[in-house]
């Protein structure tokens, strides 16, 4: 049976056991146009207030329930929903699957920590749920493939958080002109993340855990460990544990508008990564300044992190940008360029650099969303903007980056020169990194940076050919209680 709180109930709940109100226990297996749909939101700290408000905006949503393993933001937002219910109540649960076996719910959006994206969509999904998932859809390549394979097992529709697809004229009819040839073929494009990361401390000792928190279930499938930096909220995206660092967490929307320039519908075939956590020393372990190279055959895909300021490590000098985009993309072709700097806009220019064409539209979150209540009452995955393959591809493209990395060992500058020297847009990235780090104090002359080796993938079973180091980090080891299952379909 499902459970139901009021704000009151829930706060005393939450600890000592709520007095329940009992509900219909029945699923519905069709929703038609007219059909109101109820909705819940995992994970609601953060990114799950904008699912929310999105969900709001849509005819015919009705937000009836929330889900957080932190007692804090569950009863906050609870509260919020349960005034613009009637009655007063809201579903609030701490154990996602105690939401998840509630029929009342027809769709469910995740906006929880990376680390529990795919799990949860599967299970979602095998209780009958539509699902809504925050980029990226995985915390790796593997459980990725799953999260696919289970939209189409259980045939339920399944969008990513990726809502610059819904960008149809901003970005969508740019990539149109791209891809028509108005500007030539493509030779290659770059995805920035020039995005603000000062350190995030660390801890002498373990952090303290709130008595607000389950742990347990916070840290669901990835190991459950002693953290030592201050924060457990947020910072989580700078531990390989339960993050894939900017890459995975800004970088993955323009690595998806990057991949959508190009057209490919695969992992790379080639990757391989240089980066470092410099500048500080702090307890996070993902990069904040890296360069991918992604060695597709028609043209490469190269991504740019930087964290660091413009120059000093001084934070009130900015960030840097490259040919017009801080956080976005430049596609470049024979016979121009294309900037992408945002979510929702284009501007297309001339070999001279001239702007020849732009394209604009409003910011995507509401129709992102409203386009996955659409393709679940219609029933047609066809029609998502942003399906889960889609959202597994590019977040794979990080995954499989950052697996380089994590594989990498530190080299002298020169060194790394001569590895990447046959490569040419990607010895560019490396020197515009090299000036960053130097203009911020930061000398790699010696061993400071880490480059990882050319990991080479067969794009059909998305395994690596020639590193096994690599193929056991396309998936992790996973809890008891919390093991994402094997759904690949039989050979």
């Not at 529709?157 to 500007?183: D, M, P, Y």
Request: charged letters at 25%.
């Amino acid at each position: 049976m499902s459970r139901r709180f009021s704000r009151r109930t829930f706060v005393k709940g939450a600890v000592t056991g709520a007095a329940v109100v009992l509900l219909p226990n029945v699923t519905r297996n069709v929703l038609g146009a007219n059909d109101e749909i109820s909705a819940a939101t995992i994970g609601v700290g953060g990114r799950g207030g904008s699912h929310i408000g999105a969900l709001y905006k849509v005819p015919g949503v009705r937000v009836i329930g929330v889900c957080d393993a932190d007692k804090g933001n569950l009863g906050r937002t609870a509260d919020s929903i349960a005034k613009k219910l009637p009655g007063g109540n809201a579903i609030a649960e701490i154990d996602v699957r105690k939401l998840l076996d509630n029929k009342e719910i027809d769709v469910v959006t995740i906006a929880t920590p990376n680390h529990w994206h795919s799990l949860m969509a599967i299970w979602a999904m095998e209780r009958g749920k539509h699902v809504y998932c925050e980029k990226p859809v995985s915390h790796n390549v593997w459980e990725g493939r799953q999260a696919v394979n289970a939209s189409r097992k259980y045939k339920k529709i399944c969008q990513t958080g990726t809502q610059s697809r819904a960008s149809r004229k901003g970005i969508g009819e740019a990539v149109e002109f791209v891809q028509s040839g108005e500007l030539g073929k493509i030779q290659y494009a770059v995805g920035t993340c020039f995005k603000p990361r000062q350190s995030i401390g660390k801890l002498k000792e373990p952090l303290k855990i709130s008595d607000n928190i389950d742990y347990d279930l916070w840290c669901g499938p990835a190991a459950k460990v002693d953290l030592f930096r201050p924060k457990l909220h947020y910072d989580w995206h700078w531990d390989f544990n339960t993050g894939n660092g900017d890459l995975g967490n800004q970088g993955i929307h323009q690595m998806d508008i990057a991949r959508w320039f190009l057209g490919e519908k695969t992992l790379s075939p080639r990757v391989m990564a240089i980066g470092g956590r410099l500048g500080y020393d702090d307890a996070g372990d993902t990069p904040n300044t890296e360069i991918i190279f992604h060695d597709y055959d028609k043209a490469p895909l190269i991504f740019e992190v930087r964290g660091l300021p413009k120059s000093g490590l001084d934070w009130k000098t900015g960030m840097d940008n490259y040919r017009g985009a801080g956080v976005g993309v430049v596609v470049q072709c024979e016979g121009g360029h294309m900037v992408i700097p945002n979510y929702y806009s284009t501007s297309a220019h001339d070999k001279d650099g001239k702007s020849i064409k732009s394209w604009r539209e409003t910011d995507p979150m509401t129709p992102h969303v409203a386009n996955f209540i659409a393709c679940v009452r219609s029933g047609k995955s066809s029609e998502l903007f942003a399906d889960i393959e889609e959202g597994h591809l590019s977040s794979g493209l990080c995954h499989t980056g950052n697996i380089s990395y994590r594989l990498g060992k530190k080299a002298k500058a020169d060194d790394i020169r001569q590895q990447i020297k046959s490569h040419k847009e990607g010895s560019a990235s490396f020197e515009r990194m090299a000036e960053h780090l130097s203009k911020n104090g930061i000398d790699i002359k010696d061993e400071t940076v880490t480059i990882g080796p050319w990991l080479s993938m067969d794009v059909k079973t998305e395994k690596f050919t020639n590193n096994e180091a690599a193929n056991k980090l396309l998936t992790r080891p996973y809890r008891d209680a919390y093991v994402v299952p094997d759904l690949s379909p039989l050979a």
